[in-house]
């Protein structure tokens, strides 16, 4: 059984498991009413008369905070409480496989719910004359951010067998990296902590990065930083399962 | 088949598994006795490689289960204690994707669908939702999933706790019918069981082996000839006292 092999059988286990319960309808038409409702109210999308989805995308980290959390709580806390994780973990498959494979049906999941806005890009080009390039880099800057967050919230439902703890500790964890390129954080760290490690704190801001993909620009930096992210907290996803077991 | 060796496991201070060691040949039914926490569930677990033992070796048809855990454990058909199972999925959708994990494809993975199916008497539920089954039902999806790929190795954790009289003798039945060509170990605590379908019993407890013979060695220790007494006598803590009190 080959990794990839082992993965593609977890990831569709997985992705099919979404639509086979109401989960996965209920989210995308709560993830949609949640990033249409913020856009129109709250962004007064029609009155900014420019052919633009910044103030769409901008809601996109805080919507992002609730909802993805939501969708990575059961990951692994769920398989835990129902012992279904005994019964993966003896099939002759790698960890790593099973780590990956639930990470990839959530994150694919969450981006088809992201694609789902697609009437908000019809809008925006049947109304005006929108940078599609912008667009574009900013779907995809927002998938990245939503795997970021969606990778933290599957190591912390590793580290519990109960949903609600998972939910929880993973919203204020991505709250906190959220906002950690934010004054509020960097003031606390400014007064004490060297230049280099408020610099490196601030670097860890998800704003920051996603801002930066917005304009436009797909700074090959910014790229990494996720795609570094993600693949750092499915590593210690994987080492937090393999110490639960260690004799 | 099954060889281990001064098996340890320690969960912090408590040592739940103190020093076990046995084989279990080609042809042998061994069912593992206890009260409730001597270490029976945590011995399979270890053989099975959910978990690391804290001492000791374990190898499964000359595969060592903690340095060649994917070769241990593509020989091992497991029935975790309560049969879990992922209850979004039908038992067909359950079998098709422990096949693929198996690493078993198209005819071969629907022949041992069709045969596992058949064996365990799934045909009329196969469209239902797991969650949806009876208890009995769900220890056969259980069943089912164990003996998928025919594997030379059945670890089987109470395989009958919860089943009405018919289900238990369904389920000897079928744990007889397979035991020529395989290495089986059961846990339970009812003791008929262990007349009625092992070739050889050994009683757990406190994590160490009090008792390993067949069912007739074993009751031949007792004056009553009765499989309770002999288990009672060295199991319960109060048979001690007393006995030691009257010497």
Known sequence: ?247 | MIEIEGLVRRFGELTAVGGISLKVAKGEVLGFLGPNGAGKSTTMKMITGFIAPSEGRITVCGHDVVEQPFEAQSAIGYLPEGAPAYPDMTPVEFLSFIAQVRGLKDDAAKKAIDTAVVRTGLQSVLEQRIETLSKGFKRRVGLAQAILHNPPVLIMDEPTDGLDPNQKQAVRSLIKSMSAEKAIIISTHILEEVDAVCTRAIIIDKGKIVADGTPAELLAKSPTRRLDDVFRALTTPDAEINAEGRA
């Not at chain 1, 996965?24 to 009155?47: D, E, K």
């Not at chain 1, 806390?77 to 012992?83: D, N, V």
Request: hydrophobic residues 60%.
């Open chain 1, 1 to 247: 059984m080959s990794f990839w092999n082992a993965t593609s059988a977890v990831f569709w286990r997985e992705f099919f498991g979404y639509f086979a319960t109401p989960l996965a309808y209920v989210f995308i038409v709560i993830f949609l009413l949640a990033m249409g409702s913020f856009t129109f109210y709250f962004g007064q999308f029609f009155n900014t008369g420019r052919a633009e989805l910044d103030v769409f995308f901008g809601f996109h980290p805080w919507l992002y905070l609730f909802l993805i959390p939501a969708l990575s709580m059961r990951l692994w806390a769920e398989e835990q409480k129902s012992g279904t994780i005994e019964l993966l973990l003896t099939l002759p498959i790698p960890v790593s496989a099973a780590v990956v494979g639930k990470f990839l049906a959530a994150w694919v999941f969450a981006g088809i719910a992201l694609l789902l806005t697609f009437p908000i890009w019809l809008t925006v080009n049947y109304l005006g004359v929108p940078d599609n390039g912008v667009i574009f880099a900013s779907y995809l800057g927002s998938w990245l951010m939503a795997g970021g967050y969606l990778a933290i919230g599957s190591c912390i439902s590793a580290l519990t067998n109960n949903q609600v703890i998972a939910f929880v500790v993973t919203v204020v964890a991505c709250f906190l990296i959220t906002i950690s390129g934010h004054d509020i954080v960097l003031d606390f760290f400014q007064g004490w902590a060297p230049t280099a490690i408020v610099n490196a704190i601030s670097s860890f801001s998800f704003l920051t990065h996603f801002a930066a993909i917005m304009e436009g620009v797909i700074d090959f930096r910014d790229l990494v930083f996720f795609g570094a992210l993600i693949a750092l907290f499915l590593f210690i996803n994987v080492v937090v399962i393999d110490l639960k077991r260690a004799g």
